[in-house]
């Protein structure tokens, strides 16, 4: 009796261990849960705090008289010499006639971004009979302007230690009573290229270069992925010779991507000759990239597929052919499109492997084909990151916030992708 109650005893008391000892790894795993959602909860704090002024833009109204004293005779013919930066210092000026020295008119001037002149000129060119009439037109401000109305720059300062000086805050105050300024949403943001202004910079040249680089992506590497996958799988003989492929692909996948542009650099650029810093050479590095990704799914997907339908497509009669064509490959193509997604995804977020081809060049123009030069959306975060205005702080937050939605949209379409055309046996 005594013996059953010690080894009871005993019993109960492992029990005991094993409870205390699951209830802390399931608390340590609430405590590491929490941690993790509280550190992305502030970046996405800071994130969103910081990026979402970049959507909007502040803007002044001006009535601006297309005048042809301004602009020169034959001004809507010869475009290229006439003055639209001086029909926006003197709409200016007749907002402000009490201004009337040289150097209070060249702060005033500093008030509206360089962008209305080419603003201003693209109206004309739009409409030519515009030409000696007045209108009144919401032109951009200056990075300046538009940092103090966003509340970036403390007007209690001394004035040294600001770059706006106190008659420029005077005047942008006798703007805003006068409703003369005001933010709106910022559209070039989303339809202008890079540029040294920041009130001027845009991501869509970025985003195309990122574009034709994924379409050069998937169109090389989810066909060489996949008959890659079903030919290690399905076709090749188990040697020596397919372990070493195995393994290599494996350790291609781990290989930082750096490695690979080194690798388009040396191939691509300096051996093929292709043009530097254009969306085929990303493209065609991002493919090596993607490579191992695509082809590593694919295979796990064409594992999944029961050995039984193999089996019975064989026991009808069924080619090897066929049997792959016909009964694996449309069971696991659903796994195969997840990885290509997801790969695709990995490589748009790549930054490295572009720095090393040249696409980290100041490119202004949309790029509008493959072989243009152009930057990525990464790099362009990049860029924007190291330069000094306080402007381009927000837009890199703001591009990185559209980075974020892609990715998010592209992962989101791997998950719908999976759950719409997997099929259950």
Do not use: C
């Not at 009144?136 to 970036?152: C, E, H, L, R």
């Not at 720095?355 to 243009?372: E, N, Q, R």
């Amino acid at each position: 009796m005594n013996g059953l109650a010690t080894t009871r005893e005993k019993v109960e008391a492992g029990l005991r261990r094993r409870r205390r000892t699951e209830r802390v790894f399931r608390l340590t795993g609430i405590l590491a849960t929490t941690v993790g959602v509280l550190f992305l909860g502030v970046f996405f704090a800071d994130l969103i705090g910081k990026g979402s002024s970049a959507f909007f833009q502040t803007f002044i109204q001006l009535d601006v008289e297309f005048s042809e004293d301004i602009l020169g005779p034959g001004s809507t013919v010869d475009l290229e010499y006439a003055d639209f930066d001086g029909l926006a210092r003197s709409a200016l000026r007749r907002a402000f006639p009490e201004v009337t020295s040289r150097g209070e008119r060249r702060e005033l001037n500093r008030l509206v971004s360089v962008g209305a002149g080419y603003q201003l000129r693209d109206m004309l060119v739009a409409d030519p009979a515009l030409l000696g009439a007045r209108r009144s037109v919401w032109v951009p401000a200056s990075s300046t302007v538009d940092m103090f109305m966003k509340g970036n720059i403390d007007p209690a300062l001394d004035e040294a230690l600001r770059p706006l000086s106190d008659p420029q805050i005077g005047w942008i105050k006798g703007l805003q009573d006068r409703g003369r300024i005001a933010k709106h949403f910022n559209r070039a943001l989303f339809t202008n290229g890079d540029s040294r202004e920041p009130e001027l910079a845009g991501i869509r040249g970025a985003l195309m270069g990122s574009f034709y680089m994924l379409v050069v992506t998937v169109l090389l590497a989810f066909p060489i992925g996949v008959a890659a996958a079903i030919y290690l799988e399905e076709f090749a003989p188990r040697s020596r010779w397919s372990d070493l492929i195995e393994v290599n692909i494996n350790n291609l996948a781990a290989v930082p991507s750096i490695v690979f542009g080194l690798l388009g650099l040396a191939v691509f650029i300096n051996w093929a000759a292709l043009p530097r810093s254009a969306p085929l050479v990303g493209g065609l590095v991002l493919s090596l990239l993607t490579l191992p990704v695509i082809i590593i799914a694919s295979r796990a997907a064409i594992k999944a597929v029961p050995p039984s339908i193999r089996e019975a497509a064989l026991g009808i009669g069924a080619s090897q052919m066929q049997v792959v064509f016909h009964h694996v490959m449309p069971l696991a193509m659903p796994g195969m499109l997840t990885g290509t997604i997801i790969g695709m995804s990995r490589a748009l977020g790549e930054s490295a492997p572009l720095l090393m081809i040249g696409m980290v060049a100041f490119i202004v123009d949309v790029p509008g084909g493959f072989s243009d030069p152009a930057t990525a959306l990464p790099v362009q975060i990049y860029l924007w990151a190291d330069s000094p205005e306080r402007a381009f702080a927000e837009r890199t937050s703001a591009a990185i916030m559209v980075l974020l939605g892609f990715l998010l949209l592209m992962n989101l379409t791997a998950v719908i992708v999976r759950k719409r055309m997997e099929r259950k046996w």
